[in-house]
């Protein structure tokens, strides 16, 4: 018989499997607020207007070639993703004490951080919100961490974020603990710490030597500004906390199957900089040798242009400028039919996803009934959402709750 004879199917991965399903339902009016990516008002994907034309400009460049690019990838597009993220003015990158190696998008960056935290610094415990996006516990469970946590995050009752259960998590937690952050537009909820709650964060996570890994996979799709969607990590800076930060240019650049990324290492000493790149270094080559040249091509070129630069701005707020405008139709359409239950957490909720505390029986009648495919957590996308679909899924919510 075959060696693979004993190999158990694993578990499918919810958000794809969802996609496939709808994919095949031959409904009309069927509606995916599944999947995690930006789609215009059409319900189609969006190629940002500054990314086609820089594509072309990379093109038409006679210097490029497909010669190998460094292991930590492409030295324009690591200074300019750690300068969008802990400012112009940043201490640490003045000071030499902040390190930026190019990953395969967000997941890589955690990845190769994961790693290096197990590996170089002996960190076995994690503790991630709960919820949180499902792949950080393969991830960090596969990178080597043994103890895997979570700290609690969203209220179901308030539809909110228990702030007071969380601190009380931190403060139970051990020392060394690496705790995720969502930098900003928490996924699944959508429901982020005020500046004054990032303040007692970062004071608990002081007091109890806890250590920072923020997950920045939204930066500027959130409030539709890059500096202001960077508040946490870099009051997390100015407050002189070590750090890493994995950074995805998926949702901000569109450019998800490019696999762009970056992880940045924020240390108190500048004396520490070139031992740390040297083991992210190992760790990459170990891993798949070096990193892809496409995607970091068109964020250094879109980064260091301004008038790209500008034209990538414009193009951040109209994406968060829909998925707001999305909010507010649904919210009016549930509150004008007289929907059962509060709604405001649509509107109060920030980037792309909604927690709408739908329950699993819920989600399976809007599913089976309506064609409507969201996550069985009652997470929905609400780029998913356009003027001709709003009204069908308030009406199949409203008979979901009724
Ligand atoms: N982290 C969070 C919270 C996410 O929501 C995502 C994408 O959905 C990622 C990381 C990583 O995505 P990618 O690897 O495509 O950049």
Known sequence: SSVFAN????????????????NNDPFKDKVNLSVGAYRTADGKPWVLPVVKTTEMKVAADPTLNHEYIPVTGIEAFTKAS???????????IKENRAVGVQALSGTGALKIGAEFLARKLGRSVVYFSDPTWENHFKVFRGSGFTTIKEYRYWDPVTRAINFDGWMEDLNNAPEDSVIVLHACAHNPTGCDPSEDQWKQIADVMEKKKLFPFFDSAYQGFASGDPIRDAFA?????????????????????????ERIGNLVVVQKESSTSAAVASQ??????ATYSTPPAYGARIVSTVLNTPELREDWMNCIRTMSGRIHQMRQALFKELTDLKTPGTWNHIVDQIGMFSYTGLNEQQVKLLIEEYHIYLLSSGRINMC?????????VAQAIHKAVT
């Open 280 to 285: 992210l270094t190992l760790i990459v080559r």
């Open 233 to 257: 990590v870099r009051y997390f800076e100015s407050r002189g906390f070590e750090f890493l930060c994995a950074q995805s240019y998926a949702k901000n650049f569109g450019l998800y199957s």
């Open 384 to 392: 998913g959402l356009n003027e001709n679909n709003v009204a069908y």
């Open 7 to 22: 190999v158990e199917e694993g578990a499918k991965i919810e958000v794809f499997a969802l996609t496939a399903s709808y």
């Open 82 to 92: 750690t300068v969008l993220l802990l400012g112009e003015d940043s201490k640490a």
